[in-house]
């Protein structure tokens, strides 16, 4: 059909959904980002009480103490739906699977001392289990949070943790030239070996924490807060300058990844927090309790790791976290 | 030293399965707090094969090559102003019913697969149940994308999230899936995994994408097709998830045996309006409700079910029943929304000469003596200025929602209502089916959502006439509501081709 000749009669009618005209303005065009996330999730009129948690609606505000307007506020500053996330990491993984070949072909592992491979093996491999907890937490935050802009991240942020699990799984591998028995002692070591308790604990002690925005501040922040600095920063500092070159090589899609997750974390706990003092006076309680937590938590891996300078280590990541903390308006 | 070689199933599992652990700090039975109560028993988790074997770089991989080439063909859509190649403008109407009532089903789904995506007490289950979730927003993003470049030529599109949680015949799927996601974890697999994804998904999907494919609705097609992988991969996981349910302990199979009769049942009626799409609203027809029928339940059904009677598994409950109906009902529902499509975000129409012919060859008998009489009187109050309006909602069911348009089965002139009492209160259903669903479970559904009840207690925005109502809905006449052939949609369709009414003048594409 012809279509070239008539499309100049072809006006639209309108330029977006009403639901996001009331948001952006009548006569604007929606972004796709817009489009994929604001109001997909039902907010009334409900059916029926869900029979595992009677209490509450389906989808339900009241799950959270912290109290917001409009829970479509908390978006996602890297504007991801599906498309977007897939493609950004389908690219991420194509370089990390470049990054695992270069390392088996090449043997990098080789070039470090027993003691460090020995370190990758009790310090780093168990955190697999940390990212299987990280993974549970954010789904939970998916399935029980509120508004789909917030929820449907989360659970972007679940899988990307089951992808790092699976990554470090990937590195016990290769190196243990592919004895599955690796990934046993690492296990053991989770479940029994003193270092790792107090980790163990907390991260349990997570999973059955019900406010899905504390789980978020506790979860994203605090913890990843602690771990991603230690694991993927301190200890691939260290490790590189003692020939650990394969190390970096294979954890740089968990660097990447949370710079970028990084973000997330911040903006949505900034608009919480901003949005009045008693939501800022309770992410202040939850991070006063479970701060002090998370560093005892960290501190048995980063002694191990560091010895004596475990204490400037800990200093300089919590350091770290405090400004982040600040910058997002949060007090001490 | 030599790499041993891991098979890919072993690399599989390495990659996924070690990963939980039993708690100690915290007790199993409160991590996982909501896979008991339903009385489901489970021996042994690591018994579920995971179905899909599929790690997150994969997953990554595949997806994102199936979203560049998606987007690249819907981009191309609108700048080709792809929407003027549909059949004809009333063909949007199941493009309406869908935004309205299909692709929020997507994001229930989503959330839903989230759930026992975190619930569930082994980690093979839960990462299938991840990956379906994410599949699902995927669902649900895409068909808004699809559906906005259409958005922005035709009505009934754009308030459709409004419509949504307020719309009468929209509560036919919202009570669906709300049912769906306030049940326990091993009950919604079933509804949603077994038995809409797997038994009765060719009934919901194929009509819909082919509909697309027949009509010249290119965005439709592409997102259909590229969402059919997905849809094979839960396909699967439903069959494997009843099989494993089975397998665990037979005490479940009776409980099993309870959510597939309620969840056929519900399915079922669901599953009345895409019958009504199929019949009616398509301007180029696929095939018949009664021949889909035919061949995705009497035929493929039937050889599942077999299957399945090894673990003590039977037809559900009234199975025949929706058979014998097959003949009436999607001429019943289009009967209501034509005379009560006032009250709607689409329009509706009497079929077109061509259109009564392929009823007619379709239904035969059923159509000539019951429907087609119907019609052709409406016809002649419509020449005559006086096309039929009803000016009230129609009563619905307590369970499934649908309308009261349902006759016996052995005889279509009688309506058919069932009542049951509980606490005091009188209730009301389409059939037994209905009823017996109520029974079992009447501390649920007598906290149904009735849109019509609303209304008359005030709470649809305080509006006491049909028009008052529509107008809460977003839905004016003309513009969104009422008859087709008044529309915005209609003028807007001639005057975009030079004042030729496109319609088809057969039923073959
Ligand atoms: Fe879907
Ligand atoms: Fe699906
Ligand atoms: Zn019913």
Redesign the interface.
Known sequence: MSVEIKTASIEPVRLTFDHLEARIGKGKAATRYQEAVHDLQVTQNFHYRPTWDPEFDLFDKRRSAIVLGDFDQLLDPRQYYYAPYTIQRARQQEAQDGNFGIVEKRNLFSALSPEWLTNIETLIIPLRHFEWGANTNNCYIAATGYGAPFTSTALMQAMDRLGVAQYLTRLALVLQHQDPQCLDRAKALWLDDPLWQPLRQLVEDAMVTKDWFELHVLQNFLLDGAIYPFAYTQFDQAITTHGGIAYALTTEFMRDWYTESVRWTDSTIRVAANESQENKATIQTWIARWEPRVRAAVTPLAVAAFASQATGVLDSIFTDLAARRVKLGLMV | ??????GLK?KYQ???R????E????PMD??F??DK?EGIKIKDWSKWEDPFRL???A???Y???K??K??AILDSFSQ??GQ??ISDARYMTAIKLWAQGIT?LE??A??GF??V???FRG?GA??AC??Q??DE??H???Q??AF?HY?????G??????M???AWYL?IP??FF??A?????FEFVTSISFAFEYVLTNLLFMPFVSGAAYNGDMATTTFGFSAQSDESRHMTLGLEVVKFVLEQHEDNVPIMQRYIDKWFWRGYRLLALVGTMMDYMLPKKVMSWAEAWGIYWEENGFALFNDLSRYGIRLPKYHEIATKEKLHITHQAWNVFYTACPATGFHAWLPQPYEMDWLSEKYGETFDRFYRPRYELFGEMEKAGKRFYTNRLPFVCQTCQVPDFFTEVDNPMKQAVRHHEWRGMKFNFCSDGCKDIFVNEPE??C???IPPQ?IYQGNAGGARTLQEYAAWL?CPMGSDAGDYYSS?DYK?WL??H?GRDTSPTTAAA
Request: charge should be positive; include cysteine; glycine fraction near 4%.
């Open positions: 030293m030599a790499d041993r070689k891991l072993e390495l990659m996924t070690g990963l939980d652990w708690t100690t700090y915290q409160k991590v707090p909501f109560y790690t997150m770089d997953y990554w991989k997806q994102s090559e979203e560049r998606l987007y080709n102003n003027l190649n929020p994001y229930y989503h959330r989230c759930h995506g975190r619930h980690a839960r990462v991840q990956m979730a994410l927003l995927r649900a993003q895409t808004m994308h906005s958005n922005k030529y035709f009505s599109l754009h308030q459709a999230i409004h949504r949680d307020r509560s919202k009570s709300e049912d996601l306030t049940s326990g974890p649920k559904f906290q149904s959502y609303q977003h915005d807007n005057k975009w030079g």
